[in-house]
Every structure is written in C-alpha cells, then in structure tokens.
C-alpha cells in the first residue's frame, strides 16, 4: 500500500509543482536543528526508547492574498524532497490545498524499512492566524521533521526544549507533543478572548442597539462553530498519533541484549492526556455556543416584542383616524342633500318672485354640462388609479426577487 501511494504521488508531483510556480515564487528560508541521542537502548524497563538522531527543518512562508493559504516557493520543497527525504505525497498534498487549507492526518508504514511517514496541517489561533504542516518520518534510527509555517514562538519553543533536553528531545513524538501543546494552549487564549467578548455582549444591554448585538453575538457564534470544529479536528488528530504511537512503531530493545523485553512507550499516556484536555476545551466551546445561541434567541425576542409593540400604537393610531373620518363621512352624508337642492335651486335657471315658481328654457344646459364633466374627472382618477397599482405591483414584484436571490442590502456576516 505504501509504495502505491508513492507512485500515485510520483506521478502527480511534476504537474503539481509546475502549476504552483506562479503564484509561490516568493523566496523562503530554511533552517535545520540537529541533535544526536543515546547510541543503543538500555535494558531497564524504565527507561524510554529513543532515536539515535533528529533533525527539524523549519520551512519559512508566505501569506496568501485571502490570508488563509500560506505559499512555499516549490523549488525550495522539491530540493528538500531530492535531498532531505520531503515525501511526494506530502508535496502533492500541500501544494493542492487551493480550496482546502490544510489537509487531514494521515500517515504511511513502508514494511521494507519499517519506516513510518506521518503528515498533519493545523490552524495556528493567534492575533494573526495562519496554517501550518509538518511532516515526520522516523524509523528506529533517525527521526526527521519538515515544519512549514511554524508560529515563531512555536519554533524558538522547540529550540529551547531540544537544546536544554537533547535526550528528552529524541524520544518518540517529542515534536508533535510540544506542537499540540502549543496548539491546546493557543486555543485555550483564543476561548477566553471569545468569553470575554460574549461577557461584553451580555453586560451591554442599554449602550447598544439591538441591531448591533445581534450581529456581534451571531459573529462570535460563527467562532464559537469554528472552534469547535478546529478541536474536533485536534482529537482525530491526537487520537492518530495515538494509535500509531502504540502499534506502528517498531518495538526498541537494548542492543547489547537482543532477548530483553521491549520498553514501554509514554507518548500514548501523553496523548491520552492531551485528548482530554482537548474534550474538556470542547466542551466548554459547546456551553459558549449554547450560551451564545440563548443571547440570540433573546435579541430576536426582544426585537418582535418592539415591533409588536410599534404595530399596536399603529394599530391605536389608525383606529382614532378611522373615527375621525367616520365623523366627517356621517357629517357630510347629513348636510350633502340639503346642500346639492340648495346649490341646484340657487342657480339662475329657476327663479322665485314670492308668488309664482318659473323655470328657463335654457334649464337643459345644466344637466349635458355637468354630467359629461363628472364623468371626465371620473376617468381621469381612474386611470391614475390603475397606472399607480400597476407601479406598486412591479416595485413589490422586485423587492421579492431581492429578497430571494440575496441581493437585499440588510444581510448579517461572519467567518474563521
């Protein structure tokens, strides 16, 4: 299976590394720590196997444009695979990370050698996050470790504890358990920062709008769903180098007395330990999420009992316009009949001299002047009336289409 996957991998290195020339051409450092342990393992059963060297290889590099990928100039990858033993599945991997920032753990055992190739990305939390990979490949000699975009901290961490402890330092996933304890400790400051901005939220119930603690509670639950998929991540992560830590790597005896019983291994008990750590921090993030969520629920309640509120004085509103033009309707209707037989008598086409009641010949012209002129003004509200409904239809008939597409201007963001 090993050596398939190196073939797979072979075969795609060359394309793969042509097409990431372009955008990665930016120049990057390397520097290697080397440290020699213990030639040969002692008999007592105390004491831990280690190897009998290891190198790191920090490799420098660049931010992408959308500041999540990180870019390593490939010539500087290829030599590393030519001449320090980069995997090509690791290079494959990494440069194909253009819609994926990091890649999944996953490690390779080749049965010849008994060597063991192990890869993992990571998502470094700090004031500014960024990605990181390594790679390790050990056997019961030597082991190796490629660390792409290492934090600085991270990286003057590892130098201090390897050159204060060389021995320790050789110990099996001495590397990956300082790197997961920096990582656990990272996100550890990153929960208590999004606590106190949940904190925040919650005390500033008078300063602020509803509108704009809603969004700041919907961006820290956006975090809040991020981490804990980031921690989820870190305990597959940990249970992996768990498993292998445990069965894939080859037993270590004392080569001075090949019939000894194998040592025992402690990393498992380390991971084991830092797996809890990392449900316990999970947890936590849950009870954020949940509490954030809670918050939410309160705005939106908050803001229908406004509305409500608002619709009910508009409601009150109306209703005393609605009596007041009652009134006025009931007043005309009373005084509108003895007003048209007033309007109509007054007029010069009938005429009273106390005795008799007389009407002109001309009295026609009253009604074929009036009637026609009433039934103009009719039309012309009429057909005010149709092209204004036909304007509204339209403009609710966008509005909709706004809405469904997205394209209205009120949205609400957030994002890791």
């Known amino acids: 299976m090993a050596d398939f996957i190196d073939c797979l991998s072979r075969n795609r290195l060359d394309s793969v590394l042509k097409d990431a020339a372009p955008c990665c051409s930016d120049p990057s450092q390397v520097s290697v720590l080397e440290v020699r342990g213990p030639t040969g393992f002692s008999s007592s059963p105390s004491i831990e196997p280690r190897t009998e060297s290891l190198s790191v290889s920090f490799v ?72 990181s990979f390594t790679q390790l490949i050990t056997d ?28 320790l330092a050789c110990m099996p996933f001495f590397i990956d358990m300082l790197i997961l304890d920096d990582l656990l400790a990272s996100y550890r400051v990153a929960i208590t920062d999004q606590r106190a901005s949940l904190r925040a939220v919650e005390r500033d119930m ?15 639950a956006v975090k809040w769903h991020t981490i804990l998929k980031d921690l989820a991540d870190i305990q597959q992560h940990i249970q992996h180098l768990r498993s292998i830590s445990t069965s894939k790597i080859p037993p270590r005896t004392d080569s001075t007395n090949p019939s000894s019983q194998p040592s025992d291994s402690s990393p498992g008990e380390v991971f084991q330990l830092m797996e809890s750590t990392c449900l316990f921090w999970s947890r936590w993030v849950t009870a954020y999420l949940e509490r954030t969520n809670i ?62 009641f007389a009407i002109s010949h001309w009295w026609w012209t009253l009604p074929m002047s009036a009637v026609p002129l009433t039934g103009l003004v009719i039309y012309v509200w009429f057909m005010w009336f149709r092209t204004k409904l036909s304007h509204d239809k339209v403009e609710l008939q966008s509005r909709k289409v706004e809405v469904e597409t997205g394209s209205s201007t009120a949205s609400l963001t957030g994002q890791k």
């Open 60 to 131: 420098s590099a660049t931010r992408g444009e959308d500041g999540l990928h990180v870019h390593v100039n490939p010539d500087v990858m290829k030599l590393l695979h030519e001449k320090a033993g980069l995997t090509a599945k690791f290079l494959v991997d990494f440069y194909e990370t253009h819609d994926w920032t990091v890649f999944p753990t996953s490690s390779v055992t080749h049965a010849s050698n008994s060597t063991l190739a192990l890869q993992y990305g990571f998502w470094v939390w700090r004031t500014e996050s960024t990605h």
């Open 140 to 167: 019961s000699n030597t082991a190796t470790y490629f660390c792409i975009n290492i934090p600085p901290s991270l990286k003057d961490r590892i130098f201090d504890a390897v050159k204060s402890s060389p021995s």
């Open 206 to 220: 008078d300063s602020s709008t509803i509108e704009s603690r809603t969004k700041k509670l919907h961006v820290l």
């Open 295 to 356: 918050r939410i629920n309160l705005m939106h309640n908050l803001a229908a009992q406004i509305v409500s509120s608002e619709t009910t004085n508009i409601a009150l509103q109306t209703q005393r316009d609605s009596v007041s033009m009652f009134t006025l309707a009931m007043v005309t209707a009373t005084f509108l009949p003895g007003t048209f037989v007033c309007s109509v008598l007054s007029t010069v086409f009938f005429s009273f001299d106390g005795t008799a």
